[in-house]
């Protein structure tokens, strides 16, 4: 069985991809004791002796007092709510953020589509129409239910499939203060669903249906190949308003001026509908021609923002030489949703070695609709103000996607430490060797096997790992005592993630105790008021951002949270390791290429202590890599 038709469903089994959500069980609550006492751990890294017996004695008073009453009321809620912090994670963490999607917020994702296709001029339309065909087919696997349920390593717990609900036809609504989430998906059982994508191309939006309207057959690829060439002749002959321009800037200046364009004409908020139900959206970029996955990156999120709706789900761009990537807002789903989707299509064109070989067949379709605005003085002053502003904001963030080859899973489990917490260990070494201090860091915990679950945080610098970084520095302590403080610091990091994944981390707990107490209109709870709270990440502090985006290739990653911080995103492969990697340009701390090349030592680093602790050769290792 290929690895396509491993994750689809048999049409004649009772198994579909959403009829076990409603039974998942619902989110714990961890007591109060067992996560104020995670959070110290976490904290004691970060802070001196003093400090900490400061916090210490905060987080007594906090339990027996405010943290008491706000924990009873966080209970009252887990009572009747199957997943308690849902509603205010989605709120807080995405649609009151006021920052522009791009860059700061959407998620930007590539494949290594080099290993069957050949770049070069002239190739964007046949990639992108194969491109497109295998979306199409993933959103119908959704339609009939027909994907396979994301299970647990060892197939006994299924995981919510909910965030799969606003893959597609979802979009984000601009309003003042909180944005909204639209969701047009439906499955074939609940009815119909809008069958259009949108394509932009120099400034102009078209409308694209994506079914034979006869037969309600999917355009097959040499059809999107008719299309997506009569829209980059059409769109060549003139630019186009560049609406999309107003998605990119900040929600609340956006907000304003998407009520005004929908309000002047009835054919504005018609067009408005159209863009926010599709099923996704491409853009196609003939005239830029990235050489490198890290230049496709860069290009996606910094490149012509005229051709870029911010707020859309899924946002393919393609570029002249057939390079592309995939841009998503984080607010209706995690990186792992995107992740998926991107993986069957990439999978779909290895096992095709990237060639259409079905039917040559090009049917007479209706010719794609070019979405005309109404625009009065007031917006066209806007486009104008927001095309200087972004000029500035889009190139804030800087992405690079590279590979370590030396090694990869297969050596990390030979040597049983699991492959997560091995990188996890590189990136903590890492920071510390380049910038001499300790790194507050999040890492995604997925709380998808209990109902509506999204994610939980993982603080993997804990004591037992800062002891490991300071042995491998030390030049006195031999290779057998590194390694097995490696070993008691890689148990605890499993021991963290094991707890996480079952609702028992402390972040989300923190979390809702603030906003439960937000709600009630009580004081801030003087937990979130110590210098510590903040040192230890809290607060959107984390200096290392970091996730796990599966063991395929296919990957990518967000911004990172703090000016001098990073972005880590990972995929790890059996010989191999993948990373993109994100700082903020006006850092005057971080270098992402800098940061990688020093990661790579620290593999060779550890991969040399390993080796010699085993009783191999002393010589260096390095070499033979």
């Known amino acids: 069985m290929s690895l396509v038709d491993a994750m689809r469903l048999p049409e004649e089994g009772n198994m579909r991809t959403f009829s076990e959500d409603k039974n998942l069980p619902p989110l714990p609550l961890p007591t109060l004791s067992h996560t104020l006492q995670r959070y110290l751990d976490s904290v004691t890294p970060f802070v001196s002796p003093s400090e900490l017996e400061n916090t210490k004695n905060i987080l007594e008073q906090f339990q027996n007092s405010e943290g008491k009453i706000l924990h009873e009321k966080l209970q009252m809620k887990a009572a009747t709510h199957k997943n308690w912090v849902e509603k205010w994670w989605e709120d807080k963490a995405y649609l009151e953020n006021r920052l522009?999607?791009?860059?700061?917020?959407?998620?930007?994702?590539?494949?290594p589509l080099e290993n069957f296709w050949k770049f070069g001029p002239g190739r964007m339309v046949k990639y992108a129409s194969l491109w497109m065909y295998y979306t199409i087919e993933m959103w119908k696997l959704l339609r009939s239910e027909l994907?396979?349920?994301?299970?647990?390593?060892?197939?006994?717990?299924?995981?919510?499939?909910?965030?799969?609900?606003?893959?597609?036809?979802?979009?984000?609504?601009?309003?003042?203060?909180?944005?909204?989430?639209?969701?047009?998906?439906?499955?074939?059982?609940?009815?119909?669903?809008?069958?259009?994508?949108?394509?932009?191309?120099?400034?102009?939006?078209?409308i694209v249906d994506a079914?034979?309207?006869?037969?309600?057959?999917?355009?097959?690829?040499?059809?999107?190949?008719?299309?997506?060439?009569?829209?980059?002749?059409d769109a060549s002959q003139t630019s186009g308003q560049g609406i999309s321009l107003l998605s990119c800037d900040d929600r609340?200046?956006?907000?304003?001026?998407?009520?005004?364009?929908?309000?002047?004409?009835?054919?504005?908020?018609?067009?408005?509908?159209l863009i926010e139900s599709s099923i996704c959206m491409m853009t196609l970029e003939p005239d830029i021609e990235p050489q490198s996955a890290s230049e496709v990156t860069m290009a996606s999120i910094s490149g012509d923002y005229k051709n870029l709706w911010a707020d859309k789900s899924v946002h393919v761009v393609f570029f002249g030489n057939g390079r592309c990537a995939g841009l998503a807002d984080?607010?209706?789903?995690?990186?792992?949703?995107?992740?998926?989707?991107?993986?069957?299509?990439?999978?779909?064109?290895?096992?095709?070695?990237?060639?259409?070989?079905?039917?040559s067949t090009v049917r007479t379709l209706s010719k794609p609709r070019n979405l005309t605005f109404v625009l009065?003085?007031?917006?066209?002053?806007?486009?104008?103000?927001?095309?200087?502003?972004?000029?500035?904001?889009?190139?804030?963030?800087?992405?690079?996607?590279?590979?370590?080859?030396?090694?990869?899973?297969?050596?990390?489990?030979?040597?049983?430490?699991?492959?997560?917490?091995?990188?996890?260990?590189?990136?903590?070494?890492?920071?510390?060797?380049?910038?001499?201090?300790?790194?507050?860091?999040?890492?995604?915990?997925?709380?998808?096997?209990?109902?509506?679950?999204?994610?939980?945080?993982?603080?993997?610098?804990?004591?037992?790992?800062?002891e490991w970084i300071r042995a491998m520095l030390e030049k006195g302590i031999n290779a057998e005592e590194k390694v097995r403080l490696l070993r008691i610091a890689?148990?605890?990091?499993?021991?963290?993630?094991?707890?996480?994944?079952?609702?028992?981390?402390?972040?989300?707990?923190?979390?809702?105790?603030?906003?439960?107490?937000?709600?009630?209109?009580?004081?801030?709870?003087?937990?979130?008021?110590?210098?510590?709270?903040?040192?230890?990440?809290?607060?959107?502090?984390?200096?290392?951002?970091?996730?796990?985006?599966?063991?395929?290739?296919?990957?990518?990653?967000?911004?990172?949270?703090?000016?001098?911080?990073?972005?880590v995103f990972y995929n790890i492969c059996p010989d191999?390791?993948?990373?993109?990697i994100s700082v903020m340009r006006d850092s005057a701390e971080t270098s992402a290429t800098k940061f990688f090349q020093n990661l790579c030592e620290t593999f060779y680093s550890m991969y040399n202590v390993i080796e010699m602790a085993k009783g191999s050769s002393s010589t260096n290792q390095k070499s033979h890599l």
């Not at 979802?170 to 994508?197: A, N, Y």
């Not at 609340?252 to 509908?273: F, M, Q, V």
């Not at 191999?576 to 993109?580: A, N």
């Open 100 to 111: 522009p999607l791009l860059p700061f917020c959407s998620m930007i994702g590539v494949s």
């Open 147 to 206: 994907l396979v349920p994301t299970q647990s390593a060892d197939g006994k717990i299924i995981f919510s499939m909910d965030q799969f609900r606003r893959l597609f036809n979802c979009c984000r609504i601009p309003l003042s203060q909180k944005d909204r989430l639209d969701i047009h998906f439906k499955t074939e059982k609940e009815g119909s669903c809008p069958m259009h994508v949108v394509v932009a191309c120099n400034g102009h939006m078209y």
């Open 211 to 233: 079914l034979d309207e006869t037969t309600g057959s999917i355009l097959n690829p040499l059809e999107w190949e008719q299309h997506f060439q009569f829209i980059l002749d």
């Open 252 to 273: 609340e200046t956006w907000a304003k001026n998407y009520r005004h364009l929908r309000k002047i004409s009835g054919e504005n908020a018609h067009n408005l509908d």
């Open 330 to 359: 984080h607010t209706a789903f995690d990186g792992m949703i995107s992740i998926t989707n991107s993986f069957y299509i990439y999978q779909s064109l290895v096992e095709s070695g990237g060639v259409w070989s079905g039917p």
């Open 376 to 466: 009065d003085s007031t917006l066209t002053k806007e486009l104008h103000s927001a095309d200087l502003r972004l000029i500035t904001s889009k190139s804030k963030v800087i992405i690079v996607r590279e590979k370590f080859s030396s090694y990869g899973k297969a050596y990390t489990v030979k040597n049983r430490i699991h492959p997560d917490t091995f990188v996890q260990m590189a990136l903590q070494l890492t920071y510390f060797r380049m910038h001499k201090k300790l790194a507050p860091c999040y890492e995604t915990a997925t709380t998808r096997a209990f109902f509506n679950g999204r994610t939980e945080t993982l603080r993997p610098c804990t004591t037992q790992l800062v």
């Open 490 to 567: 890689a148990q605890r990091h499993d021991d963290l993630m094991k707890e996480a994944r079952e609702g028992y981390g402390c972040d989300r707990h923190l979390f809702g105790l603030y906003c439960i107490a937000e709600e009630n209109q009580m004081p801030l709870p003087s937990i979130f008021k110590d210098p510590s709270y903040v040192k230890s990440g809290g607060n959107g502090n984390f200096v290392l951002s970091t996730s796990l985006v599966g063991y395929t290739p296919v990957g990518g990653g967000v911004a990172p949270m703090c000016l001098d911080g990073y972005g």
């Open 576 to 580: 191999s390791f993948y990373f993109t």
